[in-house]
T-cell receptor
């Protein structure tokens, strides 16, 4: 299994509070991704990173920001959580972002915003 | 833009039945195609993939063939087991740019003994 951990694994928070989710990898892969999983939508890309300090937006980036100060860590921040951000969040990594490459997924973080 | 369409679930089968889960895609360029599986409470795992037209991916008795002429990548298994019960996602990888995955909505498979 790819060495990907996510923390926390579960979180309950209140509307309007900031929340940070962490993804940590031990594979030294260049590309890292944050997806959210919602019923009927599969997984949708929030943000991705193609190197330290290099990040870009995905399809559902509104309300989220990211940072990558080290190769191994990719942080996802909800600046002011809303109920629509209740979801399961998955981090993924790939070695160099090639279209043929497999993306490896972490175990997920289940977030409930009350 | 890119999109992936999967058959609606849940799909309920008896053990040893034949499985087909349909997947069609829309994409520019030459994407790679993937099937991922998610067991309850877990993350996604790669099941199989195909990177060019007419390639067949296979793993654990599952197969899928990349059909460019019909823009399809249907998942098949000849004899399902209870342990195959999971959610299956079809996905494509963009040819250029961010190389992120575009997923279908997922199909839940329930296999009964």
């Amino acid at each position: 299994d790819a060495g990907i951990t996510q923390s926390p694994r579960h979180k309950v928070t209140e509307t309007g509070t900031p929340v940070t989710l962490r993804c940590h990898q031990t594979e030294n892969h260049r590309y890292m991704y944050w997806y959210r999983q919602d019923p009927g939508h599969g997984l949708r890309l929030i943000h991705y990173s193609y190197g330290v300090k290099d990040t870009d937006k995905g399809e559902v980036s509104d309300g989220y920001s990211v940072s990558r100060s080290k190769t191994e860590d990719f942080l996802l921040t909800l600046e002011s959580a809303t109920s629509s951000q209740t979801s399961v969040y998955f981090c993924a990594i790939s070695e160099s972002g090639g279209r043929q490459e497999t993306q490896y997924f972490g175990p997920g973080t289940r977030l409930l915003v009350l | 833009g890119n999109s992936v369409t999967q058959m609606e679930g849940p799909v309920t089968l008896s053990e040893e039945a034949f499985l087909t889960i349909n997947c069609t895609y829309t994409a520019t360029g030459y994407p790679s195609l993937f099937w991922y599986v998610q067991y309850p409470g877990e993350g996604l795992q790669l099941l199989l993939k195909a990177t060019k037209a007419d390639d067949k991916g296979s793993n654990k008795g599952f197969e899928a063939t990349y059909r460019k002429e019909t823009t399809s990548f249907h998942l098949e298994k000849g004899s399902v087991q209870v342990s195959d019960s999971a959610v299956y996602f079809c996905a494509l990888s963009e040819d250029t740019g961010r190389r992120a995955l575009t997923f279908g909505s997922g199909t839940r498979l329930q296999v009964q003994p």
